[in-house]
């Protein structure tokens, strides 16, 4: 059973910057693909990544966050991370780690329609709040 440890997570004013962690235990990092998801006040987790990230360090970002968030890992200290730049108020929710077993090109799988289903293990949330 692989678990997943976040933190990172706070209260910031629109514009600030705030970075994720994500820490598994059980396997290595690098034989895990793994992304971030989020879950907006008052609406269910979304289905799709806001960033994911191969074994190989291929990443991918949502389009919503192009250019103001990017993902990356760190092999030798087995952490994931999300940079959180120019955040806006609706950014404000629960941001998800998650992970499976990777796979050839596994990150964009959690980027498209049904990502979500594709993920094996979750990490507990940690509280993104961005106010205007």
């Known amino acids: 059973q692989v678990q997943l440890m976040e933190s990172g997570g706070g209260s910031v004013q629109s514009g600030g910057s705030l970075r994720l962690s994500c820490v598994p235990s059980?396997?290595?990092?690098?034989?895990?693909?793994m992304g971030w998801f989020r879950q907006e006040p008052g609406k269910a987790r979304e289905g799709v990544a806001v960033?994911?990230?191969?074994?190989?360090?291929?990443?991918n970002v949502a389009d919503s966050a192009k250019g103001r968030f990017s993902i990356s890992k760190d092999n030798a200290k087995n952490t994931l991370y999300l940079q959180m730049n120019s955040l806006q108020p609706d950014d404000t929710a629960v941001y998800y780690c998650?992970?499976?077993?990777?796979?050839?090109?596994?990150?964009?799988?959690?980027?498209?329609?049904?990502?979500?289903?594709?993920?094996?293990?979750w990490g507990q949330g940690t509280q993104v709040t961005v106010s205007s």
């Open positions: 059980g396997p290595a990092i690098d034989s895990l693909c």
């Open positions: 998650a992970a499976r077993a990777a796979t050839l090109g596994c990150s964009y799988w959690f980027m498209v329609r049904g990502g979500s289903e594709r993920v094996a293990y």
């Open positions: 960033a994911a990230i191969d074994k190989d360090g291929t990443t």
